[in-house]
């Protein structure tokens, strides 16, 4: 499984930007796959993780991001509305393969994509 993000950038406070991320390599549809978030000096934390079972967003996010598929696309967004100067961070995708469960820990990941950068800054 291979996993190709993109769409970070600087965005000014209240503004929007939307992550991509194709998976490749497998099937879309039998994983958790969740965008995790790294501040400087800590370690990956969960912002959001959709399965055919659950869609869970983190208390820090909720109502402000949304984790959607395109399955003919083999792509999982995230649309992050709202953004927050605390949003800034390099964000990665990730694939957890054995369940549909959304682990909330970076371990239980084995697939990962490459970080992409968002800043949100005026």
């Known amino acids: 499984v291979q996993l190709q993000a993109s769409g970070g950038g600087h965005v000014q406070p209240g503004g929007s930007v939307r992550l991509s991320c194709v998976v490749s390599?497998?099937?879309?549809?039998?994983?958790?796959i969740s965008w995790f978030r790294q501040f400087p000096g800590t370690e990956r934390e969960v912002v959001s993780c959709?399965?055919?079972?659950?869609?869970w967003h983190a208390d820090s996010v909720k109502g402000r991001f949304t984790i959607s598929t395109d399955s003919a696309k083999s792509t999982v967004y995230l649309r992050m509305n709202g953004l927050k100067s605390e949003d800034t961070a390099v964000y990665y995708c990730?694939?957890?393969?054995?369940?549909?469960?959304?682990?909330?820990?970076?371990?239980?990941?084995?697939?990962w994509g490459q970080g992409t950068q968002v800043t949100v800054s005026s």
């Open positions: 390599g497998g099937i879309l549809s039998y994983y958790s």
């Open positions: 990730a694939v957890h393969k054995p369940t549909q469960n959304c682990p909330r820990t970076q371990y239980a990941y084995d697939y």
């Open positions: 959709i399965s055919p079972a659950i869609t």
